[in-house]
């Protein structure tokens, strides 16, 4: 079982997954590249190499609707792998990394979840974690045959969806009778074997960081320098204390794309070609949902022109960029955690195999150690 234990401030470091072709990148080229994603065999040797190299998770993205037809016909994220069931599988590749799954409450409802979590965290032993979203694509809402719901109220109803979770988990009686979501009173669920499963959300809203200070244990901040990151931090820690959670209660993640070789100027080199591969009709596809369903986006890319917007959300969506050698990519990994307060990474590589994701990882990670910001769970032990 993965403990909880926030106290301390050494990074956590997960894999942002491929669990479709081309999780970040959207080039056919650059995807025929790499391994098949749909190749289950791949997917449990590339989690099995992301244990043996020490990496405290994996996270398990996941989406409803094509983005459009270009992202389709680009193979972008279309399909994909369901989160909880590809968690399911490589729960059974692994034994002991954690494994988070990312769950839409817009469009699951919270009897299923209570289950659908709780038996995944009995399967891994413990190891389970929920990535909170509520679907910031209108596409999602309309292929589901719903209303469009406003995106406040996304999260107002994500919060009664996580009260109604909790009250199936603790196993009380009586039934739920939330603002959004009424459990009748016959409805149980497998309990989970971790008392309370690590919840996970990436708000970038008012509404998303009030929801995350109230909710998650980790929170996936994005920023394009340190005092908006620190800022949201600041936000998130005040609503908490607020309602009397300890001030270590949150850890502030950020995502990252990740390029390793032996110079930097070879690193750079590989980034450059990947950004001159970007299908850019697909990418405007993409952009287009993502500043339309996200501030943090809109505000992000809109100062952008085009080209620009297109080849960065193309080739690593909202992620910061770790492109160089071992010694300049850890220099960047130090900063996040000094100067943005970063406690942990999901890292998406864009050239991956389990190979390049163990190579890339083990020439990092000794030099992470000895800068003091992380030790290996082989030593410490898996925790949150
Ligand atoms: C690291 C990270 C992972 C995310 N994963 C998903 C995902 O798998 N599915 C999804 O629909 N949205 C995902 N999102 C989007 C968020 O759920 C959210 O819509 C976005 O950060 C905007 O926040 P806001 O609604 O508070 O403005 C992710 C965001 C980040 C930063």
């Known amino acids: 079982m993965i403990m909880r234990r926030s106290e301390d401030s050494l990074l956590r470091l997960g894999i942002f997954y491929p669990s479709s072709t081309g999780i970040h990148v959207i080039s056919p080229e650059v995807s025929a590249g790499n391994p098949n994603p749909f190749d289950p065999q791949v997917q449990c040797r590339l989690a099995a190499a992301c244990e043996e190299a020490g990496l405290d998770y994996i996270f398990l993205a996941d989406r409803w609707a094509p983005f459009g037809e270009r992202c389709t016909a680009a193979g972008f994220q279309d399909p994909f792998w369901y989160a909880p069931l590809l968690s399911a599988a490589l729960a059974s590749a ?3 990394i954690g494994l988070v799954s990312t769950v839409h409450t817009t469009y ?5 979840v ?3 979590g ?5 399967l891994s032993g413990g190891r389970w974690g929920m990535n909170i979203v509520t679907g910031f694509s209108p596409n999602e809402a309309a292929m589901f045959g719903m209303a469009n719901i406003g995106h406040d109220d996304r999260y107002a109803m994500a919060e009664d969806f996580i009260e109604a979770l909790k009250y199936l988990w603790t196993g009380k009686s009586g039934g739920f009778d939330g603002r959004f979501y009424k459990v009748d009173a016959r409805a149980t669920s497998l309990p989970p074997l971790q008392r309370d499963p690590l919840m996970i959300n990436a708000g970038a809203s008012a509404a998303g960081l009030d929801f995350a200070a109230k909710q998650a244990d980790w929170i996936f901040l994005t920023g394009t320098n340190a ?3 620190t800022g949201k931090m600041s936000k998130v820690n005040a609503i908490a204390r607020d309602i009397g959670r300890p001030e270590t209660a949150i850890r502030a993640m950020m995502h990252a794309n990740l390029i390793v070789r032996d110079s930097d100027d070879e690193a750079q080199a590989l980034g450059a070609s990947i950004r001159e ?3 850019l009709d697909a990418a405007r596809e993409f952009a287009a949902e ?3 369903g996200m501030d943090t986006f809109r505000r992000m890319l809109g100062a952008q022109s085009e080209r620009d917007r297109l080849i960065r959300v193309g080739s690593r969506g909202g992620g910061q960029l770790l492109h160089g050698s071992p010694r300049t990519v850890v220099a960047d990994i130090v900063r996040l955690h000094r100067e943005y307060g970063c406690r942990g990474l999901a890292f998406s590589f864009p050239i991956w195999s389990p190979k390049e994701v163990r190579r890339s990882l083990l020439s990092i990670m000794p030099l992470l150690a000895e800068a003091g910001i992380w030790i290996s769970p082989h030593e410490r032990g898996w925790s949150w």
Do not use: C, F, S, Y
């Open 290 to 292: 993502l500043m339309g």
């Open 277 to 279: 591969k970007v299908d």
């Open 94 to 96: 692994t034994r002991r």
């Open 114 to 116: 209570a289950n659908l």
């Open 227 to 229: 005092a908006e990151v």
């Open 118 to 122: 709780a038996m995944l965290d009995q």
């Open 108 to 112: 699951h409802r919270p009897e299923q």
